[in-house]
């Protein structure tokens, strides 16, 4: 039921957000109306979202949080009651006069939807291995639970995200609260609407711009439904073909299984990884991502680039042809404009050089540039303050000649690269395409003499491209396979030195652009191919399907889960760690921010629950700081010196400075800083919260009630303990109650102590028992073993109402199955311990 709930919620967003969609369109562009009508069911949700997104961002701004369903509903239900008010009529009437768009985009999600519900519920197993799943889900759990801009770092307490992006969690936060589904299972489930949404996208731009009425198909089908030829490297690689030079060059060592025969699909471990590993680079990894779409969406990361891709197509289209003129326009695309770098600033990079190639173009070039200076001007206008935060992670902007392989390269771009060839080559007479063809091929030669090996021939290419969209500025292919290739070019002289070093990232986010611009073309390039050259030029692109079959045949085993729906344990188990994600759950409710615990990675539970993590060992998060490096660094070494210390004033100290609000404390804690730990704690925090062994500690104003070391021994035929620490402790819970605790120190001389159980009652002035703590001696629960002494370690606590203060305890040992009572060397069955204070 819950995707039911989830999807109904997106398509009442949807429908809200219609009419507001159609209006801006049609104030935008000029199509028929039908066209308008494929546009804005392709894009009415994203403008929705844009919407409720700057709402959100705007509160934050002045620390008011909009994330809360019937907030958020009432100021959908507005804005589409006046949308629907003003605009509805016409949309409703287009709605009528082309019911056959509505049919034919509905059956392309319905198709999308089934695919993509397959591919990530059932390939989950598959796929988990891979995506920052933990940081999306952390970072949308702190936009919804801080107002704060910019939003604080769920990883480093003290620290907030301005080295990052964080509008993307704004909706994916959006989505969440308004559907009423988990923040885990909304985040699966808008990981399989992702690829529908941007294929709803492809096919209303193609649409659109296009003339054959399979255009729009083919475009979803070369964006999001094919891959690379890396695979073929793999194969190849598997069989024992390629060299071990080859074998280093495409980073296969690591992973490959090389077995002599082939194998489909591959047989080495994430296979599915390697095509978008192909292009070498100087850097410690040492290759620059090459990822396209497929890959994106089979792992389900709802990372900046991937969340960027309905908004940036759109902009992207009314960048090509959009009109702009009169400031309502202006400003609507302003907003768009503003909006693409805030989620992922890689993504404004192509949509500018359409605008610019746009004002060179222009009949009124001067005028035309100071438009479009308006316009950027009001895009970082409307988002200042995001400008004004942020701390930009780059660390210096390169240029440099590269000299990438035509293999790798070619590997990359292989399905299209025949369509587009033909497709360009057909807007020139016969004799100049040869001419131009001896020109390319010449400049690949150069290149390769002169270490420029596919720079060289993309300058080339692009020049060309260029004199020919001169010559007919309408043509929508030839810009994006001109914006395509300056976009190749760019990262073949230039890059944006960030910690990973080299052009990991400078390609990875420049060939994710460049996809969709390749795309767009080919599809729209296939119609001017003649007869057979088209069909060849489409089973040339068509090769990319070998990717997505081997993927569904590796998925295939596991097809049964795609019947067995989503729940919140898609994660990988290992990672949930259940009892501390119990806890973190429970001190997010009680409205817990700070936390401190002695995790060695990723403190997934706390981070899942929207706690802010004091500070974390994650080495690669820790590069996003390079600029602060001494300071995350101080916080790093005051978390290993409040967990090591047994300083009461060190460790008091250390919680004001970094403001605790809980320590978490389970076995990794105990393990790593002493099983002794929680009684260390036990003078400046009381515990409140428990799952199994892990505890939550709340610092604050702490009464000592007693602190014995007794070395009492409880005696019986069931067995032999001796008490050997005694502390008790009043303070306040984290529902503000105050709890009375109790910790002990046991050794074990014999029996079984799962049989034993200690009886702890609290005694009032007259010696009545007013709360009680018994708690069994077996090793389960808060109770635990230091494997070196052998000593065994108690925590026990009851809640008690303010007004009652307890005079002494009394505490003993018996066994509940055959109700012995084990006796002291006193000969008595308990021990009466004063209490002074609580």
């Known amino acids: 039921m819950t995707g039911l709930q989830w999807f109904l919620s997106v398509a009442g967003q949807g429908l809200a957000f219609l009419p507001l969609t159609f209006a801006l369109l049609k104030m935008w562009v000029r199509a028929e109306e039908d066209e308008y009508l494929a546009l804005t069911l392709g894009f009415a949700w994203p403008v929705g979202m844009a919407v409720l997104g700057y709402l959100a961002w705007l509160g934050m701004l002045v620390h008011v949080s909009l994330f809360h369903p019937r907030v958020l509903w009432g100021i959908t239900l507005l804005l589409g009651a006046a949308a629907w008010a003003l605009w509805g009529r016409s949309v409703a009437r287009a709605l009528r006069d082309h019911l056959r768009v509505?049919?034919?985009?509905?059956?392309?999600?319905?198709?999308?939807?089934?695919?993509?519900?397959?591919?990530?519920?059932?390939?989950?197993?598959?796929?988990?291995?891979?995506?920052?799943?933990?940081?999306?889900?952390?970072?949308?759990?702190?936009?919804?639970?801080?107002?704060?801009?910019?939003?604080?770092?769920?990883?480093?307490?003290?620290?907030?995200?301005?080295?990052?992006?964080?509008?993307?969690?704004?909706?994916?936060?959006?989505?969440?609260?308004?559907?009423?589904?988990s923040l885990p299972i909304a985040y699966f489930y808008l990981g399989i609407f992702w690829p529908v949404l941007i294929g709803l996208g492809i096919y209303a731009v193609l649409y659109t711009v296009g003339r054959a009425r399979l255009t729009p198909y083919l475009g979803v089908f070369l964006y999001g439904l094919i891959g690379n030829w890396g695979i073929f490297l793999q194969l190849a690689a598997e069989a024992g073909l390629l060299s071990r030079t080859l074998l280093q060059q495409f980073g296969l060592i690591g992973t490959l299984r090389v077995t002599g025969t082939w194998h489909f699909p591959p047989v080495s471990n994430l296979w599915w990884v390697a095509p978008t590993r192909i292009l070498p680079d100087k850097n410690p990894l040492p290759y620059a991502i090459t990822e396209f779409p497929f890959f994106s969406f089979i792992?389900?990361?709802?990372?900046?680039?991937?969340?960027?891709?309905?908004?940036?197509?759109?902009?992207?289209?009314?960048?090509?042809?959009?009109?702009?003129?009169?400031?309502?326009?202006?400003?609507?695309?302003?907003?768009?404009?503003?909006?693409?770098?805030?989620?992922?600033?890689?993504?404004?990079?192509?949509?500018?050089?359409?605008?610019?190639?746009?004002?060179?173009?222009?009949?009124?070039?001067?005028?035309?540039?100071?438009?479009?200076?308006?316009?950027?001007?009001?895009?970082?206008?409307?988002?200042?303050?995001?400008?004004?935060?942020?701390?930009?992670?780059?660390?210096?902007?390169?240029?440099?000649?590269?000299?990438?392989?035509?293999?790798?390269?070619?590997?990359?771009?292989?399905?299209?690269?025949?369509?587009?060839?033909?497709?360009?080559?057909?807007?020139?007479?016969?004799?100049?395409?040869?001419?131009?063809?001896?020109?390319?091929?010449?400049?690949?030669?150069?290149?390769?003499?002169?270490?420029?090996?596919?720079?060289?021939?993309?300058?080339?290419?692009?020049?060309?491209?260029?004199?020919?969209?001169?010559?007919?500025?309408?043509?929508?292919?030839?810009?994006?396979?001109?914006?395509?290739?300056?976009?190749?070019?760019?990262?073949?002289?230039?890059?944006?030195?960030?910690?990973?070093?080299?052009?990991?990232?400078?390609?990875?986010?420049?060939?994710?652009?460049?996809?969709?611009?390749?795309?767009?073309?080919?599809?729209?390039?296939l119609e001017r191919i003649p007869g057979w050259k088209r069909k060849l030029a489409l089973i040339w692109a068509s090769v990319g399907v070998v990717y997505v079959v081997a993927v569904f045949l590796m998925v295939a085993p596991h097809v049964s889960l795609a019947f067995q729906g989503v729940n919140d344990r898609w994660l990988p188990d290992h990672l949930y760690e259940e009892h501390k994600l119990h806890v973190s759950q429970s001190l997010a409710d009680h409205g817990v921010e700070r936390v401190i615990e002695a995790k060695t990675a990723y403190p997934i539970p706390s981070v899942m629950a929207g706690l802010i993590e004091v500070a974390q060992r994650d080495p690669v998060l820790l590069q996003w700081y390079v600029k602060r490096m001494n300071a995350v660094g101080e916080r790093l070494t005051a978390r290993d010196r409040f967990f090591q210390t047994r300083d009461v004033p060190t460790r008091?100290?250390?919680?004001?400075?970094?403001?605790?609000?809980?320590?978490?404390?389970?076995?990794?804690?105990?393990?790593?800083?002493?099983?002794?730990?929680?009684?260390s704690l036990s003078r400046l925090a009381v515990p409140g919260l428990s799952s199994g062994n892990v505890i939550a500690y709340r610092p604050g104003d702490v009464r000592v009630c007693a602190d014995e070391t007794p070395a009492l021994s409880f005696r019986g035929e069931g067995g032999h303990v001796g008490l050997r620490a005694l502390r008790v402790v009043r303070g306040q819970n984290f529902a503000d109650k105050p709890v009375l605790a109790v910790f002990e120190v046991w050794d074990h001389e014999g029996g079984d102590l799962a049989q034993m159980a200690v009886f702890i009652h609290f005694l009032d002035a007259q010696g009545h028992v007013i709360a009680q703590a018994d708690h069994s001696l077996g090793l389960w629960d808060t109770r635990w073993q230091d494997p070196a002494t052998g000593r065994i370690y108690s925590v026990q606590w009851v809640e008690i109402p303010p007004d009652i203060h307890p005079a002494a305890i009394r505490l003993g040992v018996w066994i509940p199955a055959t109700k012995e009572r084990f006796r002291t060397d006193s000969g008595s069955d308990n021990v009466i311990i004063p209490l002074d204070g609580c």
């Open 102 to 181: 509505v049919v034919e985009m509905g059956g392309v999600a319905l198709v999308l939807l089934g695919i993509w519900w397959v591919l990530r519920v059932a390939g989950n197993p598959e796929f988990i291995p891979l995506g920052e799943h933990i940081m999306n889900i952390s970072f949308t759990q702190s936009v919804i639970r801080y107002p704060t801009l910019p939003p604080l770092n769920p990883f480093l307490a003290g620290f907030t995200l301005d080295f990052y992006y964080y509008f993307f969690a704004l909706f994916i936060g959006l989505n969440a609260v308004m559907s009423g589904v």
């Open 299 to 525: 792992i389900g990361d709802l990372h900046p680039h991937v969340m960027v891709i309905p908004w940036s197509l759109l902009a992207l289209f009314v960048a090509t042809k959009g009109e702009l003129r009169g400031w309502r326009p202006l400003v609507g695309m302003a907003f768009l404009l503003g909006l693409i770098p805030l989620i992922n600033s890689w993504s404004i990079i192509p949509i500018l050089m359409v605008l610019g190639l746009r004002v060179l173009r222009d009949a009124r070039p001067v005028r035309a540039a100071v438009r479009v200076g308006i316009l950027l001007v009001l895009s970082v206008g409307l988002f200042l303050p995001y400008h004004l935060h942020l701390q930009n992670p780059i660390l210096a902007y390169r240029v440099h000649v590269f000299n990438t392989s035509l293999l790798s390269w070619g590997m990359h771009w292989g399905p299209f690269l025949l369509p587009v060839l033909l497709g360009v080559a057909m807007t020139m007479k016969e004799g100049k395409r040869r001419w131009m063809g001896g020109i390319l091929g010449g400049a690949l030669v150069l290149g390769s003499l002169l270490r420029f090996e596919i720079g060289l021939p993309l300058v080339v290419w692009s020049a060309w491209v260029l004199w020919i969209f001169w010559r007919d500025r309408e043509d929508v292919a030839l810009l994006w396979v001109l914006v395509w290739s300056l976009m190749n070019v760019m990262v073949e002289v230039f890059y944006l030195e960030d910690f990973f070093g080299g052009r990991y990232n400078t390609v990875f986010k420049s060939y994710e652009e460049a996809w969709m611009l390749i795309a767009l073309a080919a599809a729209l390039l």
């Open 652 to 679: 008091g100290a250390l919680i004001q400075d970094l403001g605790v609000d809980a320590i978490l404390v389970g076995n990794e804690e105990r393990w790593l800083y002493g099983y002794d730990l929680d009684v």
